[in-house]
C-alpha cells in the first residue's frame, strides 16, 4: 500500500557531500514525522535525523551541523544533505515515515529497503 524509496546513496571521500532523497507514494491520508536511520555492520540503527509534518527537526549528535534534513509536504518527499562526510558516516540509510493511511485512523511506521553510503578514501 506503501512504498518508500530512497535515492542517491554511493560512495564519497571524506570531506565530500551526498544528498539522499526518499519518495512515499501510496494510499497515503497524511504523513507525520519523517526521518533517515542508519546502521553500520555489527551495529545497532540509530536515528540520524527527522522532521515532522510541522518543520520541527531533531538530529543525532555525531551529525549536527554536518547534515540537514528537509521536506517537500507537497511531494511526499525528504531529503538528507551530508556535508562534511566522515569515515564513520558509513553506513545503509533507512527512510522512515510515520503516517496515516487513507481510511485508517491509525498510525503505522514504514521503511525503505535502504541506500548505503561509504565514506572512503
Known amino acids: 500500500q506503501v512504498q518508500l524509496v530512497e ?3 554511493g560512495l564519497v571521500q571524506p570531506g565530500g557531500s551526498l544528498r539522499l532523497s526518499c519518495a512515499a507514494s501510496g494510499s497515503i491520508f497524511s504523513i507525520n514525522a519523517m526521518g533517515w536511520y542508519r546502521q553500520a555492520p555489527g551495529k ?3 536515528l540520524v535525523a ?15 551541523g554536518r547534515f540537514t534534513i528537509s521536506r517537500d509536504n507537497a511531494k511526499n518527499t525528504v531529503y538528507l544533505q551530508m556535508n562534511s562526510l566522515k569515515p ?3 553506513a545503509v540509510y533507512y527512510c522512515n515515515a510515520d503516517l496515516i493511511l487513507r481510511g485508517s485512523y491509525y ?3 514504514y521503511w525503505g529497503r535502504g541506500t548505503q553510503v561509504t565514506v572512503s578514501s
Open 7 to 9: 535515492s542517491g546513496g
Open 44 to 46: 545497532q540503527r540509530e
Open 50 to 64: 527527522a522532521v515532522t509534518d510541522a518543520g520541527r527537526t531533531n538530529y543525532a549528535d555525531s551529525v549536527k
Open 88 to 90: 564513520e558516516d558509513t
Open 107 to 109: 498510525r503505522s511506521d
